[in-house]
């Protein structure tokens, strides 16, 4: 169970069972919706923005424990942050989750994204945990289509 | 049965039904020895594509050290004795089936490519806008999206008959559906979402009452049941060799000769023809008017091999196995708290679908490959039922008959972590 546990880490356990920001967004000028037709996770992120800042951000959907957590995690990471940052920051969380940045890579500067470094053991549940993520930046460029992982 | 068997005041507790040797059976599949994460590997993912005993693998690798040529045309040796063999395996899928002839065995890719055809060549020249083609809610995407590109091209439309809570098909409104306008009725005989077995019998009679054709998609019944194709009295019947211990990229697809004969080819190409002049081209016989190109010979023969492997055990005796199994599953996967069953029709084959309760399927799924179970998570290729039960996804066991009752508790036990791990 420990690569098991590496993956349902507590944290990504608790914010499945208890997501945070997990509504609709009264307000929200910025909404796209994500797809994830493997599983048939499905997310929509709804953001307020102002002066290319999250000024608020929530989300709604279904999906399996990691897109979940990986939504409810992302919410209260980029709360509060521009543009910019909330960019270098899904950076950051693709690295770590694809591995790319190799068995060294520092996921100091994520916080508690930290806890989804488990997922690079899981290929097949990359695009679990970056579903959130790709629907965020869709919202953020104002694209119309839904997005999908495939 | 002995008078003594029914006195025995001890009973005894055995793995399978009498005369069925399951770990005999497993020394066929050697894939069956593989380890996964660490752990013996236990397949139940059977719907989705079923493991190739041996004597499939060595028939392919037969063919193509000592038979490999190209088939019906050749002058020499070896394209005669290929040709024999691919023919010789279309004669066992016509046995395999209960065909009358094996001119009437299309070979196809797969269940998909014969739905397709039979969807473009006997259903689209004879749809008129407004006529009507009858699936059900419990179709794979492969038995509604052909007939929704077809009703597209015609302007003919698409009727679902549909089920009741426990995935049965309710046969009263199917008998409602059937009207005047009904040109076609096309509808799966195992349901791979949910484990029903439709009353296929009972749809072909009424459908012809009326005089409707009927295609089953069998892709799921063909490895599970006996499948008499003449007794059922279908007009097309659809599978795929590699849910049916064959190789994948072949299927084949069953009509009747003198509804294949009036129908247009389904592709141009090779071995199709007769003549080709610029000015006309006279297609073949059937059924090679429907194989253009140089088809999946070793497929087609590694089918064959298949097949006869599985007539060699007994469709009855599978079916026997696996119901036992499925009884002994159930009861095992209902013991567990949380656990729903979607799909609980009283005739019913070995695919268990189920929900657990607070966890999705991906994740059970996960929990369960790291225990060396492989299942398959997700909407099975049918969305529609999904949406018909309220739920995104499910988690499916499906069995095959080389599992064994300690597969399933192995099953049941890593059910168990699941819910350890996710409390």
């Known amino acids: 169970m420990s690569d098991l546990r590496d993956l349902y880490q507590e944290v990504i356990l608790d914010h499945n069972k208890a997501p945070r920001n997990f509504h609709r967004l009264e307000g929200a000028n910025r909404t796209a919706e994500g797809h994830n037709p493997l599983c048939g996770d499905q997310v929509r992120v709804y953001v307020l923005l102002a002066d290319d800042r999250i000024g608020n951000i929530a989300f709604q959907g279904s999906g399996c424990a990691i897109s979940k957590a990986s939504a409810s995690l992302m919410t209260a990471s980029v709360k509060g942050k521009t543009r910019a940052e909330a960019e270098a920051l899904f950076h950051a969380f693709h690295k770590m989750v694809t591995g790319e940045g190799g068995a060294a890579f520092d996921a100091g500067g994520l916080g508690k994204l930290a806890a989804f470094s488990g997922v690079r053991e899981f290929p097949i549940r990359v695009k679990c945990a970056t579903l959130p993520w790709h629907t965020l930046r869709a919202a953020l460029e104002g694209r119309q289509e839904p997005v999908s992982t495939e | ?423």
């Open chain 2, 1 to 423: 049965m002995t008078s003594a068997g029914r006195t025995s005041a001890t009973p005894i507790r055995r793995d399978s039904p009498p005369g069925f040797d399951v770990e005999k059976i497993r020394e066929d599949f050697p894939i069956l020895r593989v380890m996964a994460h660490g752990k013996p590997l236990v397949y139940l993912d059977n719907a989705a594509t079923s493991q190739k005993p041996q004597v499939v693998i060595d028939r392919l690798r037969e063919y193509y050290r000592a038979e490999n040529a190209n088939i019906h045309r050749g002058i020499h040796y070896l394209s005669e004795r290929a040709t024999e063999a691919y023919e010789d395996a279309r004669a066992a899928v016509a046995r395999f089936l209960n065909a009358a002839e094996p001119r009437e065995i299309v070979f196809v890719r797969s269940t998909t490519e014969a739905i397709n055809l039979v969807a473009q060549s006997y259903a689209r020249p004879r749809l008129q806008p407004g006529d009507e083609v009858v699936i059900s809610a419990m179709e794979h995407h492969s038995n509604i999206v052909p007939w929704q590109i077809v009703c597209e091209q015609t302007g003919a439309i698409l009727r679902v008959v549909p089920i009741n809570d426990a995935g049965e098909l309710v046969l009263a409104e199917y008998e409602r559906l059937l009207g005047p306008r009904t040109k076609f009725v096309a509808m799966v005989h195992v349901s791979n979402a949910l484990g029903t077995v439709t009353p296929v019998r009972r749809i072909v009679e009424l459908a012809h009452s009326r005089g409707v054709p009927v295609l089953l998609d069998g892709a799921q019944a063909a490895p599970r049941l006996p499948v008499d194709v003449r007794a059922l009295d279908c007009d097309f019947y659809a599978f795929s060799g590699h849910k049916a211990y064959g190789p994948t990229g072949i299927g084949a697809l069953y009509g009747k000769a003198s509804l294949l004969e009036a129908m247009p080819p389904y592709q141009g190409g090779g071995d199709m023809i007769l003549s080709v002049t610029f000015e006309k081209t006279l297609y073949n016989v059937i059924p090679f008017k429907f194989e253009a190109g140089t088809p999946h010979i070793s497929g087609g023969i590694g089918l064959g091999a298949a097949v006869d492997y599985v007539s060699g055990i007994g469709l009855e005796r599978i079916a026997a196995y696996e119901g036992d199994l499925l009884a002994y599953a159930t009861d095992a996967l209902a013991a567990i708290p949380g656990v729903r069953l979607i799909g609980t029709a009283k005739e019913k084959v070995g695919v268990l679908s189920f929900v657990l309760e607070g966890v999705h399927a991906h994740d059970v799924g996960t929990i369960l490959d790291r225990e060396g179970i492989a299942i398959r998570t997700g909407h099975h290729c049918a969305m529609p039922v999904m949406q018909r039960f309220g739920v995104p996804a499910t988690a499916r066991a499906s069995l095959a008959f080389y599992n064994t009752r300690a597969e399933i508790d192995a099953l049941a036990a890593a059910m168990h972590k699941v819910r350890e791990l996710f409390g």
